[in-house]
């Protein structure tokens, strides 16, 4: 038997199809191409795995990896940065005063997959499992910041943020936002780093602008940035 078959061929091509999606967004033919599965079965498949909640589609339609997997994950106890990123994430919330998030790109959306809300007082909220834009904001201009030329001219046609802006982010290894995801919120984010120095999250503070100033990262980068690099150092330790 090939060692790369299980011998249950509809298992085999739905893992196939899961692979494929792991790199980003496919569509149809592009997941036709890519799993070399015909295209009736890899339409079956791909729908019968959105079902399930393993698939889902971007705002283009095309097919990306559901939320079922991070689900699987976590429960398993497979996910290594979700393990820390709770008390890391309480942490910059009390060294800063904001309410902080750790955000993961799903296809054309980014998700919150951690989050420690302030206490008291005006905050920005952002519940885990919230779905948030990838053209504006300063958690997507790091999880776009750092993709290759293609992506990224793809990725700015409707973006509210320009190359120039996602320049300055690779230079200084952090984005700040203002009033540019909802009026009058500002944010601060980071880039936590994966095997082979990939970006696999964001880190970001989050309130009004009218706590925050209109240039949060003078005042808040450093806590942010340190976060994420402790996150990224428990990565590359379990990894």
């Given at each position: ?68 997997s991070g689900e699987l994950a976590a ?64 958690a997507a201009q790091i999880l776009l ?95």
């Amino acid at each position: 038997m090939d060692k790369k078959n299980s011998g249950v061929g509809v298992l085999d091509k739905a893992v196939r199809i899961l692979s494929v999606l792991e790199g980003g967004p496919h569509s149809l033919a592009e997941l036709v191409k890519a799993t070399k599965i015909a295209r009736p079965t890899a339409h079956r498949l791909a729908v019968a795995l959105e079902f399930h909640r393993l698939v889902a589609r971007d705002l283009s339609g095309r097919f990306i990896l559901g939320p079922r997997s991070g689900e699987l994950a976590a429960a398993a106890g497979e996910d290594k940065l979700l393990a820390v990123a709770g008390p890391a994430l309480t942490a910059l919330r009390d060294a800063t005063g904001e309410s902080a998030q750790l955000y993961r790109r799903q296809g054309d959306q980014r998700i919150c997959v951690a989050a420690a809300e302030r206490i008291s007082g005006l905050r920005d909220s952002v519940p885990v499992g919230a779905s948030l834009t990838m053209s504006a904001g300063s958690a997507a201009q790091i999880l776009l910041a750092w993709e290759d030329a293609d992506k990224l001219h793809r990725a700015l046609v409707n973006a509210r943020f320009n190359a120039a802006v996602l320049s300055a982010v690779r230079r200084r290894g952090w984005a700040q936002s203002v009033g540019e995801r909802e009026p009058g919120v500002a944010s601060v984010s980071a880039p936590v780093r994966g095997p082979n120095n990939r970006i696999i999250a964001a880190v970001s503070i989050s309130g009004p602008i009218e706590r925050l100033g209109r240039q949060p990262g003078r005042i808040h980068a450093a806590a942010v940035v340190a976060t994420a690099v402790k996150l990224s150092e428990y990565i590359a330790k379990k990894s």
